[in-house]
């Protein structure tokens, strides 16, 4: 494609260097600088084999695919090594059903006189809290309060939330009700450059919160993360397609290189899969889901952001059955993640689980609960202020709600927002929430280890290089 | 330098430089039905030579419209000529009174009237303006009216005037739900559709004031929506008193005229040169190129004013332009564009629709644009740097061998062999030329054929007789379509 900084009247001479021409210029230096940085890293790999190598399948190495974007070019990479997942919990799960308000000066009064069915027969008290306990279908998460790993935040919302779920999921994942992007890739976009692993979704298809400009990886399944169709032509195949691309300007010109060495990186992180530490995932496309992440991660292919999906928590009936099944499977398959990563591993990574907004704090008349207000974030991992329930409370009484719903007493953004800049190392939180006043809760340490090494890792080459 | 814009477009082809935007070469059939329709076709440019451009782009706007254009395809939507209450007897008769199947259905006619439609000049408006009045499918409270939207509001007016389709949409019951209109009222105004009339459909952000929006929703309060979800005008819930919205005053002194008194809103916004030069800018980014010359939008925005805010001058304008004609390989295919041209340049016909309109449904899903379902009011982004995924790369990578491959169940099985055209070529070489032209739009540059030839792993004069093509075509078509000449258009 012809140069879009060039205006098409034809003087290009007498027109300054645009915004996009410097930025392009910035990209350069920067991109080389990481060059140089990741050629350390690489061993035996000099800068100029790598420099050679961007673009072309199978000759760069593992996690050092550079991803350069427009609104990176501005910003030299900061990342920290430490990765932030988001799990969304999409229809709204019942938060006074995982998080248990179980005393007195909690409210326990009032939620047995308008939802005793709803509260879980069988507790596991969180200690050093004034009363709160876990659904024990979340009993295999325990063992994380204990070392600091786990956390909770309650009557999380923010204004703007309405009751409606794909309102509410798009002001959450965009972080406004003015943003067209989302919050995680403008998050990416202060971080500065990564590799072709930096934002990865799991999950058929883009979610809101990753939506924009950063180039980011959609991987269904890591196993089908492959070349389509026959294996006997994929190594022509990519081999052909990468010459059709070469020197192509644009969006493609970076994404198709950038994804046929994805292909290899991808397929490097398979062959080494496999659960470690006596991990045991249960079935399902959630367990599957992290599963793969905890491969990616343990490859250090450079995640920095990861979103994972997962649904059925809409319990307008029958909720003691459906939710408590939904969370004795998520609590394992959280579990086996944490348990598989390792105690090392997981102090890079930080796990957030959010849900559209709460339910009614009643139970209507089909056993379920209708659409709420106020909700619970999970908190687990690394770097958190762990073992603790954050934020303000309101205790559960009929003047207390907000139209018979948890009242929103704290702001889902200021979680968010905390966990991007002290965990990922975000500048200004105001540009992935604007219009937000933040003010942080306390629920993550700062980051204060160096930048850890990504270690050299030497993948042998799945194919080999392409002939020039 | 101002654009040119000539009489007809065959002025325009003509007098235009022959260019396009590396590695694209100048085609501009496949420029024309690629950005003002679904994709190319062998058929579509023997019409276009047949009837010429100016002959081919009249009968174009001559076509049938609503959803006539495709009768097997209509025929598939059997719910979209209801009315919401109907919709709904039908729901609960079928077993689920809050089921999906209207939604489902809006949304495989729409796929299939893209894919087959022969209006496709048509299609392409309906999309863009489906885009820019969002209302999300498959949302909260439009599982029995989104129809309404699509058939009674963008179709009905995609080739008329645009302060016809803004008032109808200000009076239909799916945008109005998805805007929360229809629970605005004068004790509790919802500014939602207030604003987004403002910032998305009319005049665009930055000039107007927080107090146009709350001036704005007041005067609009009072519509809303009956139990079975039609259109009603409830005067006990409009916001009496002088509003000021821009340089609009009125005095909206009576509930009884409040109605009136939001269509003369409409109408001023309608008519705003702010509007007009916001459609252009869209419009341009739509058909023309992410960056448009604010000359080629000017031109643009003047055939809307001067036209009385009609649509088909400001399309005929860009049609006529240079800087249209130059501009092909100007724009990345968007993912569905991408999946729908490689229905079409297979020559893949409706099939059995109950397989292959769910099969175009899921494929959509998993590349992320299913049509008239982005959940926020904006509509789909129309530039290439909102649709960077690896993921979807390698979505379309599958799916081009899969139509190449007769993959799915209910499409036809294709004779790649067909593609070779007359006289059939006798060398690998030219057997692979052939194959660029017809799925490609011409032969790809040197380099790129070379490419393929290496692909194949033999020599371009190895006799077709001899050559791997006998087994490896199914292997090598694909590619084509995973080249840069057909991801851009």
Request: charged residues 15%.
């Amino acid at each position: 494609m012809t140069d879009k900084s060039t205006p098409p009247s034809g003087d290009a001479l007498l027109t300054p260097p645009t915004g996009d021409a410097l930025l392009r210029r910035q990209a350069t230096r920067v991109r080389s600088e990481l060059c140089a940085q990741d050629a350390s890293w690489q061993g035996g790999w000099t800068r100029r084999t790598f420099l050679a190598g961007l673009g072309m399948v199978g000759v760069a190495a593992l996690g050092s695919q550079l991803v350069t974007t427009r609104a990176a070019y501005a910003a030299p990479g900061t990342s920290n090594g430490n990765t932030l997942i988001v799990i969304f919990m999409r229809g709204a799960a019942d938060g006074l059903r995982i998080l248990v308000p179980n005393s007195s000066a909690l409210g326990l009064d009032y939620l047995k006189t308008v939802r005793p069915q709803l509260i879980p027969a069988s507790l596991s008290p969180l200690s050093g809290t004034p009363g709160w306990a876990l659904n024990s279908a979340l009993a295999p998460l325990l063992p994380f309060w204990t070392t600091g790993e786990l956390a909770f935040v309650p009557g999380v919302s923010t204004a703007g939330i309405s009751r409606s779920h794909f309102q509410a999921q798009s002001y959450l994942e965009r972080g406004s009700d003015t943003s067209t992007t989302g919050w995680l890739d403008r998050a990416l976009s202060q971080l500065g450059p990564g590799t072709t692993f930096r934002a990865v979704a799991e999950g058929a298809t883009l979610p809101a919160a990753l939506a924009g400009e950063q180039t980011k990886l959609v991987v269904d399944s890591l196993k089908n993360f492959v070349f389509p169709g026959w294996s006997g032509v994929a190594p022509q195949s990519e081999t052909a397609i990468a010459t059709l691309y070469r020197g192509l300007s644009g969006p493609l010109g970076e994404d198709v290189p950038a994804t046929l060495a994805a292909l290899a990186t991808a397929a490097s992180a398979q062959a080494k899969a496999g659960v470690r530490n006596g991990a045991v995932y249960p079935s399902g496309n959630f367990s599957t889901a992290l599963k793969d992440l905890a491969t990616l991660l343990r490859a250090e292919v450079g995640v920095q952001v990861a979103t994972v999906d997962v649904g059925g928590w809409d319990t307008h009936t029958d909720e003691v059955n459906q939710l408590d099944r939904n969370l004795g499977s998520a609590a394992k398959s959280l579990a086996a993640f944490l348990t598989d990563l390792g105690p090392d591993r997981r102090k890079r990574v930080t796990v957030a689980v959010v849900t559209e907004f709460g339910r009614r704090v009643a139970m209507n008349a089909s056993g379920g609960t209708d659409h709420g207000h106020g909700s619970v974030v999970w908190l687990l991992g690394g770097g958190l202020a762990g073992g603790a329930v954050h934020g303000r409370w309101s205790p559960l009484a009929a003047d207390t709600l907000d139209s018979g719903d948890v009242p929103g007493v704290n702001e889902v953004f200021d979680v968010l927002g905390e966990l991007a800049q002290k965990r990922l190392g975000v500048g200004s939180v105001s540009a992935l929430f604007p219009g937000h006043s933040f003010s942080p809760l306390g629920v993550a340490k700062a980051v204060t280890l160096p930048m850890p090494p990504q270690p050299p890792v030497k993948v042998p080459l799945r194919r080999g290089p392409i002939p020039r | 330098m101002p654009t040119t814009i000539w009489p007809s477009i065959a002025a325009a082809i003509a007098n235009s430089p022959h260019t396009a935007h590396s590695p694209m070469q100048w085609d501009p059939a496949s420029l024309l039905l690629n950005r003002f329709g679904f994709g190319d076709q062998p058929a579509i440019r023997a019409e276009l030579a047949g009837y010429g451009y100016d002959g081919w782009w009249a009968r174009q706007l001559a076509a049938p419209t609503g959803y006539a254009a495709q009768p097997e395809i209509a025929a598939h939507g059997s719910l979209l000529g209801l009315t919401p209450k109907d919709v709904r007897a039908w729901l609960k008769a079928n077993g689920n009174e809050y089921g999906w199947e209207l939604m489902d259905q809006l949304t495989e006619v729409t796929l299939g009237m893209q894919a087959w439609s022969p209006a496709q000049l048509y299609e392409s408006v309906v999309d863009f303006f489906a885009n820019h009045l969002n209302v999300a499918n498959h949302s909260d409270a439009v599982w029995t009216c989104r129809h309404t939207m699509d058939r009674d509001v963008i179709r009905r007016y995609a080739f008329g005037s645009f302060t016809d389709m803004l008032l109808a949409s200000a009076k239909n019951p799916a945008m109005l739900q998805y805007l929360s209109l229809a629970q605005s009222s004068k004790t509790a105004v919802n500014e939602n559709y207030g604003r987004e009339l403002l910032e998305l459909h009319t005049v665009g952000v930055g000039n107007y004031t927080e107090d146009d929006v709350k001036n704005a929703a007041k005067v609009l309060t009072g519509r809303t929506t009956d139990a079975d979800y039609n259109y009603v005008y409830k005067s006990t819930k409009h916001w009496v008193g002088p509003v000021t919205v821009m340089g609009f005053s009125h005095p909206n002194s009576t509930a009884a005229d409040g109605e009136a008194a939001g269509d003369a809103l409409l109408r001023y916004l309608a008519t705003h040169p702010k509007t007009a030069s916001r459609l252009a800018q869209k419009l341009c980014v739509r058909f023309v190129s992410d960056t448009p010359t604010p000359s080629l939008v000017a031109a643009v925005a003047k055939a809307y004013t001067d036209s009385g805010t009609q649509i088909l001058p400001m399309l005929s304008v860009i049609v006529r332009s240079a800087e249209f004609w130059t501009s092909r390989g100007a724009k990345v295919r968007r993912p569905l564009e991408n999946l729908l041209a490689t229905v079409r340049i297979f020559g893949y016909r409706p099939g059995l629709l109950t397989k292959t309109l769910p099969t175009l449904h899921w494929m959509s899903s998993s590349i992320g644009q299913v049509p008239l379902d982005w959940s926020p009011p904006n509509g789909y982004p129309d530039v290439a740097g909102s649709w960077r995924s690896s993921g979807t790369l390698l979505n379309l990578w599958e799916y081009h061998r899969g139509f190449a491959q007769s993959w799915w169940d209910g499409f036809d099985t294709i004779d790649l062999t067909t593609l070779y055209g007359s006289p059939a070529p006798t060398t690998s070489g030219a057997a692979i030329r052939a194959l660029c032209v017809r799925l490609a739009g011409g032969p790809l540059p040197a380099a790129h054929q070379q490419a393929l030839q290496t692909f194949l792993g033999e020599p371009a004069s190895t006799p077709l007789t001899k050559s791997a093509l006998r087994w490896y075509l199914g292997h090598l078509v694909p590619l084509i379509l995973d080249s840069p000449e057909f991801a851009l258009r």
